[in-house]
């Protein structure tokens, strides 16, 4: 069975960093994209970053002050947030494609007070 467990999650001031991981396991196959997505109260889901191969990709909102990276002898994404701002509070969660299959975290709660 294949689980994604978070870490990292916190409450920093605006301005401060944190630093998200994400171990993947009970995987057969190999991981294909991995990437972090965000759901503040009232909104809906969005892309943060994702990694795919050497390739990375990163919401609007974070290019610059988010770096995505991927260890794969760990099977580990993790997420650098610099400069973190209010409006960055929200849950994030870890998603990784296998196969055929997304797989999601639970999240991991990111507050970021003014």
């Known amino acids: 069975q294949v689980q994604l467990v978070e870490s990292g999650g916190g409450l920093v001031q605006a301005g401060g960093s944190l630093r998200l991981s994400c171990a993947v396991s009970g995987s057969l196959f190999s991981i294909n994209a991995m990437g972090w997505y965000r759901q503040a109260p009232g909104k809906q889901r969005e892309l943060v970053a994702a990694?795919?191969?050497?390739?990375?990709n990163y919401g609007d909102s974070v290019k610059g002050r988010f770096t995505i990276s991927r260890d794969n002898a760990k099977n580990t994404v993790y997420l650098q947030m610099n400069s973190l701002k209010p409006e960055d509070t929200a849950v994030y969660y870890c998603?990784?494609?296998?196969?055929?299959?997304?797989?999601w975290g639970q999240g991991t709660q990111v507050t970021v007070s003014s």
């Open positions: 990694i795919s191969g050497g390739s990375t």
């Open positions: 998603n990784a494609g296998i196969r055929y299959s997304n797989y």
